[in-house]
């Protein structure tokens, strides 16, 4: 089968096409599925480039993945030889990941697609939207009427983000760098819109208080990492909660936080995986079911930004490197 493996850690340029074995059905609960699409997140850059490590070479990248079901193993309960499915799975740890022809896998990982949602779609989905569920519903908590900050809104996690605030009455407010992506986030239901290339951050946290009873929002959710937090302690009201996705800056004074008794949490949807936590990955595969209502009933959506040939691989990374995209960027096989 083709896929898009790496030998070494680099630019884009070390995305090569190969062929290798068709994998085969080891356990009796597994299904063979052939991969339609495959969505390119900011993981495989990571891991590509050499910030996260990789413990074995040939690698082969991509957490996400849609297909249908060539064959099942004499086990298999819920699914059947040409069922459209998609999942999370694999692309680090030495699991094969998605940038492939074929993929075997549990079907205890596997949710069937929303009828509403195309292959493309359905592979832009999992990552992303499994962050933005668990970081909302699990850290958060949140509820009607919560008013939630999340920088970036128009990205991957971001756009998804909004909508399952929205779905639970929450008030959104959001920050975009150009006029396509307010109107793009505005559309997804988005209250209070501030393009951070427009407006200074003292102009932004000020009119959020205003907004607020000079108090601040409950929630920040966090998709830009470093000294962003320093903002977000400001914006944020005393006793909530900030919600980051990635690595804080170390230069931090972390002393305003304390004395507002804010939480902090992380949210790394990868760890069930990482770290072998079954049950997890299972009730992450439950996040997949449960939001699949949510799609058809027209309560959600999913933007891909762009659609590549697997052949353009490189050039999908590199989208992502530049940091433009609304939503998602997926490859087709």
């Known amino acids: 089968m083709k896929v898009i493996s790496i030998q070494s850690i680099g630019d884009s340029s070390v995305l090569k096409i190969n062929k290798i074995n068709k994998p085969s059905i080891v356990n009796d609960d597994d299904l063979l599925i052939k991969i339609k699409a495959a969505s390119i997140n900011p993981i495989d850059i990571k891991l590509r480039s050499g910030l996260y490590p990789i413990k074995k070479f040939p690698a082969i990248l991509g957490c996400d993945g849609a297909g249908t079901i060539e064959k099942t193993g004499s086990m298999v309960k819920n699914f059947k030889k040409g069922d459209a499915v998609f999942f999370f799975h694999g692309g680090f740890e030495n699991i094969q990941g998605n940038y492939a022809e074929y993929k075997v896998i549990s079907e205890k990982f596997v949710a069937h697609i929303p009828k509403s949602l195309s292959f493309e779609e359905a592979a ?19 509820e009607k009427g919560s008013k939630i900050f999340i920088n970036a809104g128009a990205g991957g996690v971001g756009h998804l983000a909004i909508q399952l605030a929205k779905s639970k009455g929450a008030i959104v407010f959001t920050t975009i760098s150009n006029r396509d992506k307010e109107n793009f986030v505005a559309k997804l239901g988005a209250d209070h819109i501030y393009n951070y290339k427009e407006l200074d951050e003292n102009e932004i946290q000020k009119n959020i208080l205003e907004l607020s009873n000079n108090e601040g929002v409950d929630i920040s959710l966090d998709n830009v990492g470093g000294d962003e937090i320093s903002n977000l302690i400001l914006k944020t009201k005393n006793y909530g909660q900030i919600v980051t996705l990635l690595q804080p800056s170390s230069n931090i004074d972390w002393s305003l936080a304390r004395f507002k008794n804010l939480k902090l949490s992380f949210e790394v949807m990868l760890t069930p995986q990482l770290y072998n936590l079954k049950a997890k990955q299972i009730e992450q595969t439950n996040i997949l079911k449960k939001c699949s209502e949510l799609f058809d009933s027209g309560k959600l959506k999913i933007h891909v930004d762009n659609i590549l ?5 490189a050039q999908a990374h590199e989208i992502i490197e530049d940091g433009h995209a609304m939503g998602k960027i997926v490859i087709v096989t």
């Not at 832009?124 to 949140?142: D, M, Y």
């Not at 040939?309 to 691989?313: A, F, K, M, Q, V």
Request: charged share 10%; no cysteine; aromatic share 12%.
């Open 124 to 142: 832009a989905a999992p990552l992303a939207l499994i962050t933005a569920w668990e970081s909302l519903f699990f850290h958060a908590k949140i």
């Open 309 to 313: 040939p697997i052949e353009n691989i």
